[in-house]
């Protein structure tokens, strides 16, 4: 049960949050251009890092607003937590 | 005075005596016993029989590492508690307790049997035995295995007790009230910080409140009396939070820990009533500091199980701290100096002590004096066999050869009634290792300790691997004044004497005269795991710990391998060979001890075990006699019987009634987000499958919602109010899923669309009223106004006054019959929907639920997303293509409709079915078939909806087959487990296709 600090909030239990798994995956602006493996790359591949990990998450009991998490998934150390729309940290 | 209570302490009050039962037999003990010392000072020692081979199994120790003393708790009655460690309940007036595992008694056991096959019962016997014949394992295995074996039976009546949850935040937590908790939680609470400090024992003090040996001084002082002193101080601070009979459970990330506390389990019957009986505490601390101590471990030699054979430490807590003598005539088994103490305390209490030290000689103070008193020690001498079958009568010893790999000279008699083995200390590292630490092993001591390297906790005493008192206070000292950045921590010029521990020696199996195979040297006391088993496990090619001790069952019990693992571990890295460090250990997993459910569940139970979302017209509802069900949350009206009806009867009637006259249902649960901004259309027109950009203001339109993957997600109909205002309706189950999805993509897609989401589902109540007479109601609630086709078409909304009170109505049909959706703000909807009950009264208007909803717009066609559904439908599969705009660009999920395998012709498509005997009624969920005779029968597809309609007189489902849509008229089969039904693929559309009634 980590403490997530929400970019809008502060410093809140993990209990409010809920993740949206992998991050910058984003859609594509002219899907029908795509073909079927270009389409099913964004759709269906996600990476499952044991490391550090870029992340989206929700504060979901709490503001509803969606941010960006580097999360290393081996140990759960939050390196950074950003807005949507910030560039990724360099970590 | 019993025999063996003969020693008098601070810690039992022996002018207060309690009474007790164990298997039905009355005894006493003293307050501050627990039911093992009481057991003890009755001269009880067998409380139960082994698992496997139900051999006689006595009190092994004295704390939650116990592998044998586990008892039930008021047997048979209905609120009878399994599985509980006499080791660790406090004893109170009127305690019941029985042993457990020893069907039918604990001195005549029928399971015993499996003492004498024992050579045919190895590790894995139950895996390879009862695979075959398979027929065998219902009716002769099973039975058989559950008669003999379990642990322990459940109760049968729900808990009545009260448990309680509470969060709690502190600078320093600290973990253990032994003397390095002490010392650490001083020191932190003397620097400002708010200190907790949680034991599970009743009172702080660990193995030094007892140890009372000269040889053990600070300051001058016995340590026992020093640390009694520390503690008094320790009571007086103001920032420190102590909190006995409290266990850790759980070390969770970002130091986030649970722990159990007893409140009133040790209370007599009479007081207990009414108070909560445990409360889990959530604690969020800044720094942790583990000080949880250590377990003494067995030695393993042939029949080392007998009742009797305890550890060495436990000897001396039962003296010295109980004032109970295990036994008159004690033997200590031991492979180092710490059981010299036990032995000291008994020589010094008078009672009869021998020494037999599988070290050639130890040089150590305490060794010393111990010769000095004249104890006798056999040196260089190992058990190999014990004697006494309820309870240990003599034991043999052999010397050792040089190398301890094996045995040699005469073997030598000895009588005991009591055998105190220590196979020296394991450092309890489960909270180190639950917190996602690792652990280093140290090969001088074989014990694995602690890897530090977390900022946020520290581990310091005996858990931490320092084992004699001078290490303990002084690196305690140390450690936490660095970890909490403190420059005086108040111990620094600290004196400790104590004796040190200069030979060390280890056999993890000791030898034996007589092979392996024929020995009992038992590793998991609880499982009935012995050394053979292990060595057996590696010879079949296991060599992983974690398949080794599966395989075993060893270190799989309720004591999770307290006393076992590290001799699993050690026996394995012996036998092939390898270094113990490299093999790793077993994972230790929350919670530490059992945990009631209670405690788990807290307050949540009863009513409070989940929210229960009722509309503003549920009284009605319950006061017209309606039966519910439950969608998500919510309470639904599901019929409403009149005179007994069932299902069936009210829910024709109540379709017949919605066709033929008027039918009202409570719609208020349906899922609402009020939709604004500038950009609303185009969001609409993103979301949905179908186009928005042309919808008048004023005009409903049915929109079906994907996921990117192209299959349906949910559907309803949404209202345009304003030029930038609109009210979607979603599923009641998905609103809140919807409403998270649509927040996605505006946040994180399409953060530069103007668009407001709102969810309104709790502030408007509607009231929909359907049938051909619904249009006479509404003129008769809404005098005024004009309900023609052209002034209100269907799928349009206008504003309208209600008795001063302000509604929506909407004009859409969800049954397929002319329909009028009222919404009002929620605190009106039950005087709208008496307005209406007494508007239609002369129509004979018919509330109905939503079975009679279901059947309605079944027999119309239209799909219920989740039961028609099931996430793996597109539009095109449910014959939707009419929703699918070709024109719009993008939308979600449009994409994915052109994709190789959503374009397949032989999807399974939604069809409908009529059954060849209209009275048949086909059950939801049968599997459909083409052909009967064809092996294997390949299943095409499944019913998803069926009803009798009274509409139609003939039973009607809906399915998905497999290229269903080309099948109409086609012969099919549903194959129940008694019949084939024969049915015809037909239209999904049974009623009114060209939707005269919607317009009539
Ligand atoms: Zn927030």
Known sequence: ?91 | MTKYRINKTRFVDQTKTVSFTFDGKKYHGFEGDTLASALLSNGIHLVGRSFKYHRPRGIMSCGSEEPNAICQINDNTDLTEPNVRATEIELYEGLKASSQNCWPSLNFDIGGINNLISPFIPAGFYYKTFMWPKSFWKKIYEPLIRLSAGLGKSPTQPDPDIYDHKHEHCDVLVIGGGISGIISAKIAAKNNLKTILIEDKNILGGSTIYQNNKNFIIDNKKSNEWLMNEISELEKLDNLIIKTRTSLAAFHSYNYLLAKENISDHLPLDKKNGSIRQRLWKIRADKVIVAAGAIERPLIFNNNDRPGIILANSVKKYLDFYGVSTGLNNIIFTNNDSAYETAVSLFEKGISVKIVDIRKKSSSNIVKYADELGIKIYWNSTVVNTFGYKKIKSIEIMNLSEDGSNVTGNKHKIQCDCLAISGGWTPMVHMHTQSGGKLDFREIDQVFVPSEKSENHINVGSCNGDFELEEIVKNTNNKVKKFLNINEGGFDKISVLCSKELEKKNIWLLPNTISESKTKSFIDFQNDSTAKDIKLALREGFKSIEHVKRYTTTGMATDQGKLSNMHALGIIADTAGVKMGSLGTTTFRPPFTPLTFGAIVGRSVGKFFDIVRKTSIHEWHVQNNAKFENVGQWKRPWYYPINNENLHEAVQRESKAARDSAGILDASTLGKIDIQGSDASEFLNRVYTNSWSKLGIGKCRYGLMLNEDGMVYDDGVTTRLGENHYLMTTTTGGAANVLSKLEDYLQTEWPELDVYLTSVTDHYSTASICGPNSKKILKKLFPNKDFSDEAFPHMSYQDAIIDEIECRIMRISFTGELSYEINVESKYGKSLWENCIAAGEEYKITPYGTETMHLLRAEKGFIIVGQDTDGTMTPIDLQMDWIVSKKKYDFIGKRSLYRSDTMREDRKQLVGLLTDDPNEILEEGAQIVSELDKKPVEMIGHVTSSYFSPNLNKSIALAVVKGGKKMNGQKLFVPMENKNINVTVSDFIFLDKDNKRINA
């Open chain 1, 1 to 91: 049960m980590f403490v997530i600090n929400c970019p809008y909030c502060g410093e809140r239990d993990q209990s409010e949050f809920s993740c949206g798994g992998e991050a910058h995956i984003v859609r594509p602006k002219q899907p029908t251009e795509l073909s079927d493996d270009e389409w099913a790359e964004y759709l269906f591949m996600r990476k499952n890092i044991k490391g550090v990990q870029f992340e989206r998450w929700n504060h979901a009991h709490g503001c509803r607003k969606w941010f960006n998490m580097v999360r290393d998934t081996s140990n759960d150390k939050i390196h950074a937590v950003y807005k949507m729309g910030e560039k990724p940290p360099v970590i």
